[in-house]
C-alpha cells in the first residue's frame, strides 16, 4: 500500500444516525383506516395532514401523519410595460409516526378512526376490539372487549358524531356500542346468511340507520330508533353475487352504493332503497368512493355530469389501475397507468409472482385533500396519492408513501453532477477560509439528493435521504431484484443500473427514471452489478454484471445511450455485452471494477475471488484464504489493494498490483476480525484509509487499513444488514436490512472531537473554581461543583472537612447545602451515600448526609430520584450492618466507665473528662443510649456516701452484676488509646444511629402512606 503523508486523508470515528424509515403498516390483507383530520392556509401557504391508523407486524397500530405543504408564490415576467403574473406551486410532503401501540401479537382483522383522528379501535383474530386514545403523543389504551362471543370482527365504522361504533362480524350478526359508556345498544341479527363483510352509518344523525353487507352478497338496512322486526327495515339477499367490499352514501344525491368482488358496482335510492344502475368495471374491487360534484378531479378531467342525476364514483383493486367511472357508463372515463408494467415473466418462480401480484392490486382508496386528490394503498404496503396531469389530464401518482420496506438488499447513492459541483466548489472555498481543514469541510457536507433502494420486490424505489420519502420508482423488472449500482456518465447524466432473478440487466436514467436499455444473456438470477468508481474520467462507459450462472458479463453502456438517444426516448433499446467469461465453479456474489479500469474483480460461494484483466476479461490471479463463500469485495481508491468480506466472519485486504514486476498480486496483505456473523457488504471511505463493513449481526464496523483495527461499532440493525452506501467519500453512509428497516448515518468525527473539546475545557474551568471554593472555605459552592464534575472523592473530602472542623454546626451546615438540591443533584448525591455507606470509614459521613437530605427534603420531592426505592434498600442493608457494630462497641464502653472509676492516672486531664461528659450528654438528648453509669471524677468517688453505694447495688438485678464482674475482669485489657478514641467512636455512633432510625422511618412511610411525623414533628 502506498505511503501517504500525515493528516493527508481524513480519519473517521464516529458516524450518529441522521434519518430512519422503519416500517409502519404490515401490507397486503392488512387492515388500514384513515381521515382528513386538518386543513389550514396562511397566506399562500395550505397545509393538509391525513392521518392513518396501520396494522403493523405485531398486531399492533401505528397512527401516523402524512403533511402535504402547497406554497403559491407570485412570479412577474415582461417588460416594465408589459408585464404578466404567473402563480407557481411547489409541493412538499413529510411524513411523521406520531404513536404506537403494541398488540397482543394476534393479527387485526380491522380498525376504524374517527374524524378528528383522536380515537382509534382495532380488532383482531382472537375476537377483542381495543379503544385507543391518542393524546400527548401517545396511544393509550382505554378498554378492550370481546364485543360478539365466538368470532372476530371483520368491520367496524364510527358515526359521525363520534359516540357510536358499530361492529360487524363473523358469527353473521352487527353490534352498535356507546363509544363513551361502553354497553350495547343495538344488536342485528338474523338477516344475513354469510360473515358480515361492511358496515356504515347514514352520515345523517336525524336518519339514525345503520347498514350492512355480507360475504353473500345480502345488504340489510336496520333502524336504531324503530324496534319493530328488531330494527331491520330493508333486506336485499341477492343486491351482489359475490361478497361487497364497500359501501358508501351521498346524501346530496340521494344514492346508496355498493360495490363487490362480481366486478359491478350498484346504487340504489338512498330513502327509498329502490335499485337504480348497475356499472360493470370489470374487475375484483376492494374499495370505492363517491366523488363529490366540486371535486377538482372531476373539473380538470373534464367529466361529464352523469345522466339523471347519478354520481361519478372511483375505484381500485387488482387491475392495479385508479378508475374513475360515471354511474351506469359502459366506459371508463379517467385511469392511472398500472402500478406495474405487465411483463412476462421470466426466470422468476411463484414467490416472486406473489410479490408482483401484491405490488400491483389496491386495497383500499379515499378521497383526500377535500376531493382534490385520491389516497390509494396498494398491495405492496404503499400509500400513493393521485393528482390530474395538466396537461395528459390522467391521475397520475404525485407523492408516494412507502409505509413497509420488507427485507432492503441493496442501495445505491444516485450521484448528482450540479450537486457534486456546486459541494466541490463550496468545499474549496471553505478549505481556502479554514485552512484546509478536512474535518471541518465533512461536517458541512449536504447528504446526497437521491438513493436507489432495492426490495424484496420487482419494483426499485427513489428515496430524498434527508426525508426519507420515496420520491419515484422504477419499474419494468418481472421478478425480484437483487442488486443496484449507480455513477455519472460522461456528460454528467445520472445512471442507475440493476439486475434481478428474471435473468435480466436493466440500464435507467437517474433522472427521468425511465428504462434506456434491457440486457439479456445471463440464464440466472443476476446477483452482482458495478459500475467503474466515481474517479474514472470517462465516466460510467461500461457496467460488469454477474449471478447465479457463474459468468461474468461486460455491457456497453455508451453504447447503449447513443442508440437510445437517436431513437424514441420512451423505448428501451438492447444492452449489448462485450465480453463474457465463466467465472467461478459457484454463483457469483459481488463484482467490482478497478479504479485504472483495467480490472475486474469477482467473488463467489467457492471462496474464492479472482481478478479478470479489461476488456477480453483475461484471468490474472485467484485469490485464496478464505474458509467459506466470500459475499462482497471492493478496490481501494487510491492504493493497489482489493479488500474481500467472507462468510467466515473476515475481511481481508489483498494486493492486487498489475504493474510489471510486481510479484505481489494476489498477496493477503492483512486479516481483520470483529463480526460475530458473515460479513454481506464493504466498501472504501475516507480516500481509501478506512474500510466500512455490515454483517448478519446487524453490526456497522469502521475500520482503519493501516493499523487494522476497528474504530468504531455500531449496532445498526436488528437482523441482518445486507445493504450499504458511501457518500460524499464516507461523509454519509446507508445501510439497510432484512428488519425492512433503513438508516441514514452522518460523519460526526468533527462534532464529537468539538464538542469534546469543549467539554474538557469546560471541566478543566470547574475544576479550578472547585478548589477555588474549597480554599475559600465556600462549602455550597464546592459541593455543587464536586456534584457537577461527578467527583464524589472530593465531594468527600469535602462533608469530610465540614463536620470534622465544625461538629456543633456540621449538621446545621450540612442541611442548609442539600436542601436547595434539585431532583438530578439529589440522585447524585444518594447514589455517593450508598457508596460511602459500604465502607466503616466514610459510613460516619454518609449517615450525616443521609440524616440532612431527609431533614430537608419530602417524601414527593424524594419520589422523583430515579432509583429511590434500590437506593434506600442498600443504604438500610449496610446501616444495619453499622448499628450492629457499634452497639457492640458501645456496649465496650462500659469498660472505660470501670476504668473511669477505678483508675484516676489515665485520664487525670480535665478537658479530656468534660469532653467525655459532653460527649455523653449529646449521646443521652438524642435518647437512643440509655446509662444509669455516671462518669465522675476520682475525688467525687471517694467522697460518695455508703449508702447511697447500698441503694444502688440493691437496684442492679442479678444480671448487672455479672456484667460488673465481667467489666472488673476486662478492665486490665484496655489501654490509653482505647480513651482517646472513644469520643470519635461516639460521634460516629450517633451518627449511624439517627441515620439509621431515619431510613427506618422513610421505609414504613413508603409503606403506610398515612401521614406521620418525626420527632421534630416535620410530617414525612
Not at 371483520?154 to 352498535?176: E, F, H, P, Q, Y
Not at 354469510?194 to 352509518?201: C, D, I, M, S
Not at 343486491?239 to 346530496?252: K, M, P, Q, Y
Not at 457536507?445 to 437521491?450: F, I, N
Amino acid at each position: 500500500m502506498g505511503d501517504r503523508q500525515p493528516g493527508s486523508r481524513p480519519t473517521r470515528a464516529t458516524y450518529v444516525k441522521a434519518a430512519t424509515l422503519n416500517a409502519f403498516y404490515v401490507g397486503r390483507g392488512a387492515p388500514l383506516a384513515l381521515t382528513q383530520t386538518s386543513t389550514s392556509t396562511v397566506g399562500d401557504v395550505t397545509i393538509d395532514d391525513v392521518t392513518y391508523a396501520c396494522a403493523t407486524a405485531e398486531g399492533g397500530v401505528a397512527l401516523v401523519r402524512s403533511r402535504t405543504t402547497t406554497t403559491t408564490a407570485a412570479k412577474t415576467q415582461g417588460s416594465k410595460k408589459q408585464k404578466t403574473e404567473t402563480k407557481e406551486t411547489s409541493v412538499t410532503s413529510s411524513v411523521s409516526e406520531l404513536a404506537r401501540y403494541d398488540g397482543d401479537e394476534e393479527a387485526l382483522t380491522s380498525i376504524a378512526i374517527d374524524r378528528s383522528g383522536r380515537k382509534v379501535f382495532c380488532a383482531s383474530r382472537s375476537g377483542h376490539v381495543t379503544r385507543l386514545e391518542y393524546e400527548s403523543s401517545t396511544l393509550r389504551r382505554l378498554k378492550t372487549w370481546q364485543p360478539h362471543k365466538s368470532s372476530p370482527v371483520l368491520d367496524m365504522a364510527i358515526d359521525n358524531t363520534g359516540s357510536l361504533l358499530c361492529t360487524g362480524s363473523a358469527d353473521r350478526t352487527a353490534r352498535v356500542w356507546d363509544i363513551e359508556r361502553g354497553y350495547c345498544t343495538h344488536a342485528f341479527r338474523g338477516a344475513h346468511g354469510g360473515a358480515l363483510t361492511a358496515v356504515a352509518f347514514h352520515p345523517s344523525i336525524n336518519a339514525a340507520r345503520v347498514y350492512t353487507a355480507a360475504e353473500d352478497g345480502s345488504l340489510c338496512v336496520w333502524s336504531l330508533n324503530d324496534k319493530k322486526n328488531n330494527g331491520l327495515v330493508k333486506s336485499m339477499a341477492d343486491a351482489h353475487v359475490s361478497a361487497i367490499t364497500a359501501i358508501r352514501i351521498d346524501v346530496e344525491s340521494n344514492t346508496l352504493l355498493t360495490a363487490g368482488r362480481d366486478k359491478v358496482v350498484k346504487t340504489f335510492e338512498l330513502d327509498t332503497l329502490k335499485p337504480r344502475t348497475t356499472t360493470a368495471v370489470h374487475e375484483t374491487i376492494e374499495d370505492c368512493v363517491i366523488l363529490d360534484g366540486n371535486s377538482s378531479i372531476i373539473r380538470e378531467t373534464g367529466i361529464k355530469a352523469p345522466v339523471n342525476g347519478g354520481v361519478v364514483f372511483c375505484v381500485s383493486g387488482d387491475s392495479g389501475r385508479i378508475r374513475v367511472w360515471r354511474e351506469g357508463s359502459a366506459k371508463v372515463s379517467v385511469e392511472s397507468a398500472p402500478l406495474v408494467a405487465k411483463t412476462l415473466t421470466k426466470g422468476g418462480d411463484d414467490e416472486d409472482n406473489d410479490f408482483e401480484a401484491a405490488a400491483g392490486t389496491f386495497t383500499k382508496c379515499a378521497i383526500t385533500h377535500h376531493g382534490h386528490h385520491i389516497t390509494a394503498v396498494s398491495g405492496d404496503a404503499r400509500l400513493l396519492t393521485y393528482g390530474v396531469n395538466s396537461e395528459s389530464k390522467a391521475l397520475e401518482i404525485e407523492r408516494e408513501i412507502v409505509a413497509n420496506t420488507d427485507e432492503i438488499i441493496g442501495l445505491t447513492f444516485v450521484p448528482d453532477a450540479q450537486a457534486d459541483s456546486e459541494e466541490e466548489n463550496r468545499a474549496k472555498e471553505l478549505g481556502a477560509a479554514e485552512g484546509d481543514d478536512d474535518d471541518e469541510l465533512h461536517a458541512l457536507t449536504r447528504p446526497p439528493k437521491q438513493m436507489a433502494v432495492v426490495t424484496n420486490s420487482p419494483t426499485v424505489r427513489v428515496f430524498d435521504p434527508s426525508t426519507m420519502s420515496c420520491v419515484g420508482s422504477l419499474t419494468g423488472h418481472s421478478a425480484v431484484v437483487l442488486c443496484v449500482d449507480s455513477a455519472l456518465a460522461s456528460d454528467g447524466t445520472a445512471l442507475i443500473i440493476t439486475g434481478a432473478k428474471d435473468h435480466s440487466v436493466r440500464l435507467w436514467n437517474g433522472a427521468t427514471k425511465s428504462c434506456v436499455a434491457i440486457g439479456e444473456g445471463h440464464v440466472g438470477a443476476v446477483a452482482a452489478v458495478a459500475f467503474p468508481p466515481k474517479s474514472s474520467k470517462r465516466g460510467a462507459a461500461f457496467a460488469v454484471s454477474g449471478g447465479a450462472d457463474r459468468v461474468l458479463r461486460v455491457w456497453d453502456i455508451d453504447g447503449a445511450r447513443r442508440v437510445a438517444a437517436e431513437g424514441d426516448a420512451n423505448d428501451a433499446h438492447e444492452l449489448h455485452a462485450t465480453a463474457a467469461t465463466v467465472a467461478h465453479d459457484k454463483p457469483l456474489n459481488g463484482v467490482a471494477v478497478a479504479p485504472h479500469l483495467r480490472m475486474v474483480a469477482t467473488c463467489s460461494s467457492d471462496k474464492t475471488a479472482k481478478l479478470w484483466k479489461m476488456p477480453d476479461l483475461v484471468p490474472l490471479a485467484t485469490l485464496r484464504g478464505h474458509r467459506r463463500g466470500i459475499w462482497a469485495c471492493a478496490f481501494s481508491p487510491s492504493d493497489r489493494v482489493l479488500a474481500t468480506a467472507g462468510g467466515d466472519k473476515l475481511v481481508k485486504i489483498w494486493s492486487v498490483d498489475d504493474r510489471a514486476g510486481s510479484d505481489t498480486t494476489g498477496t493477503c496483505l492483512r486479516t481483520l476480525e470483529g463480526h460475530s456473523a458473515a460479513v454481506l457488504s464493504i466498501r472504501f471511505l475516507s480516500r481509501g484509509a478506512q474500510i466500512v463493513t455490515t454483517g448478519g449481526d446487524g453490526m456497522l464496523n469502521l475500520w482503519t487499513v493501516n493499523a487494522g483495527a476497528c474504530v468504531s461499532s455500531i449496532d445498526a440493525h436488528e437482523d441482518k444488514a445486507w445493504a450499504i452506501a458511501v457518500g460524499g467519500d464516507g461523509d454519509w453512509i446507508a445501510t439497510g436490512g432484512t428488519d425492512a428497516s433503513m438508516s441514514l448515518w452522518r460523519d460526526s468525527t468533527a462534532t464529537t472531537s468539538a464538542e469534546e473539546a469543549e467539554k474538557h475545557a469546560l471541566a478543566v474551568q470547574r475544576e479550578q473554581e472547585f478548589f477555588n471554593a474549597e480554599r475559600q472555605g465556600d462549602v455550597t459552592r464546592a459541593i455543587d461543583l464536586a456534584l457537577r464534575l461527578e467527583r464524589p472523592g472530593a465531594l468527600l473530602r469535602v462533608l469530610t472537612r465540614l463536620l470534622e472542623d465544625d461538629f456543633e454546626r456540621g449538621d446545621e451546615r450540612l442541611r442548609e447545602c442539600v436542601s436547595p438540591l434539585q431532583a438530578d443533584k439529589l440522585t447524585r448525591v444518594l447514589e455517593c451515600v450508598r457508596e460511602w455507606n459500604t465502607n466503616s470509614r466514610t459510613c460516619h459521613v454518609a449517615q450525616h448526609v443521609l440524616a440532612a437530605v431527609f431533614r430537608t427534603h419530602s417524601m414527593e420531592e424524594l419520589s422523583k430520584v430515579r432509583g429511590i426505592p434500590q437506593i434506600i434498600q442498600a443504604i438500610k442493608a449496610y446501616t444495619e450492618r453499622h448499628q450492629t457494630r457499634c452497639e457492640r462497641l458501645y456496649r465496650g464502653t462500659f469498660l472505660v466507665d470501670t476504668l473511669l472509676a477505678k483508675s484516676g492516672s489515665i485520664i487525670d486531664d480535665e478537658e479530656t473528662v468534660q469532653y467525655v461528659k459532653r460527649t455523653h450528654e449529646t449521646i443521652d438528648d438524642f435518647g437512643y443510649m440509655r446509662r444509669s453509669t455516671k462518669i465522675v471524677d476520682e475525688d467525687e468517688a471517694e467522697n460518695e456516701d455508703d449508702a447511697e453505694q447500698n441503694e444502688a447495688e440493691n437496684e442492679d438485678d442479678s444480671a448487672a452484676d455479672e456484667d460488673e464482674t465481667t467489666l472488673d475482669v476486662a478492665t486490665t485489657q484496655v489501654n490509653e488509646d482505647d480513651v482517646i478514641k472513644v469520643p470519635k467512636m461516639l460521634q460516629r455512633l450517633n451518627a449511624i444511629k439517627r441515620g439509621a432510625k431515619d431510613v427506618e422511618l422513610k421505609r414504613k412511610a413508603v409503606r403506610d402512606p398515612s401521614p406521620r411525623h418525626t420527632r421534630s414533628g416535620k410530617r414525612l
